[in-house]
T-cell receptor, first 116, second 114 residues
C-alpha cells in the first residue's frame, strides 16, 4: 500500500483566499483524522471521520474550517477565508476499525500551509 | 490542554548510547503510543502499550507503563544517527462507540551524534 497520501505538499496563499487540502487514506481503514501541527500548540486533532461520517469536529478552530469525506478513499479540509494564523502543517491520518483493537494511526506526509 | 508531557524536551547523545524519554499524563487511558517524526515528515507509529501491560519491546525499543504514576518511558538502546528525530507520546482515550482518541504531547527532540 502507498500509505496515506496528501496533496498538495506545500501551499502558499494570500490572506482571504480559499484553501483546500486533500487526503487519501489507506484502503480498508475505517477512521480518518485531520491534525494541525504548529510550534506553539503542537499537534492538535481537528476532526475525525468513522466510515465517512464526521464524528467529532470539536477541534475545528472556527467556522472558516470545514471537512468532508464523500467516500472511503477521499477527504478534504477547506479553509475559507484563510488567515495568516492558519499557517501550519496539516496532517491526515487513518487507522483500522476499533473492532480489531488496532489503534495505531498512520500519518500522511503533511501539507505545509503558509498564508501571507 | 495537552494530556501527555514529554521529558526532556531535548536530548543530545553519542551514537551507541542509550536514550530514555519520559511521558507523563493526567487521566486514565486505554493505551499509550509512541511516534517518531523526522524533520519535515509525518509521524510514524513505533509501539503501542495497553493499559494492562507494563512493558513492551520492539527491536531496540523498550516501553514501560506505570498507570499508578501515570507515566511511561521509551528507551532506545544502542542509538544510531538515524534515530535523530522528535519522539511523541500519545495517550489513547476511549469514547463511546469504541473510538480511540489520541492526545499528543509536545515531543522530545533527540539528536544522536556520530
Amino acid at each position: 500500500d502507498a500509505g496515506v497520501i496528501q496533496s498538495p505538499r506545500h501551499e502558499v496563499t494570500e490572506m482571504g483566499q480559499e484553501v483546500t487540502l486533500r487526503c487519501k487514506p489507506i484502503s480498508g481503514h475505517d477512521y480518518l483524522f485531520w491534525y494541525r501541527q504548529t510550534m506553539m500548540r503542537g499537534l492538535e486533532l481537528l476532526i475525525y471521520f468513522n466510515n465517512n461520517v464526521p464524528i467529532d469536529d470539536s477541534g475545528m478552530p472556527e467556522d472558516r474550517f470545514s471537512a468532508k469525506m464523500p467516500n472511503a478513499s477521499f477527504s478534504t479540509l477547506k479553509i475559507q477565508p484563510s488567515e495568516p494564523r492558519d499557517s501550519a502543517v496539516y496532517f491526515c491520518a487513518s487507522s483500522l476499525g476499533t473492532s480489531l483493537r488496532r489503534y495505531e494511526q498512520y500519518f500522511g506526509p503533511g501539507t505545509r500551509l503558509t498564508v501571507t | 490542554s495537552q494530556q501527555g508531557e514529554e521529558d526532556p524536551q531535548a536530548l543530545s547523545i553519542q551514537e551507541g548510547e542509550n536514550a530514555t524519554m519520559n511521558c507523563s499524563y493526567k487521566t486514565s487511558i486505554n493505551n499509550l503510543q509512541w511516534y517518531r517524526q523526522n524533520s519535515g515528515r509525518g509521524l510514524v507509529h513505533l509501539i503501542l502499550i495497553r493499559s494492562n501491560e507494563r512493558e513492551k519491546h520492539s527491536g531496540r525499543l523498550r516501553v514501560t507503563l506505570d498507570t499508578s504514576k501515570k507515566s511511561s518511558s521509551l528507551l532506545i538502546t544502542a542509538s544510531r544517527a538515524a534515530d535523530t528525530a522528535s519522539y511523541f507520546c500519545a495517550t489513547g482515550l476511549m469514547f463511546s462507540g469504541g473510538y480511540n482518541k489520541l492526545i499528543f504531547g509536545a515531543g522530545t527532540r533527540l539528536a544522536v551524534h556520530p
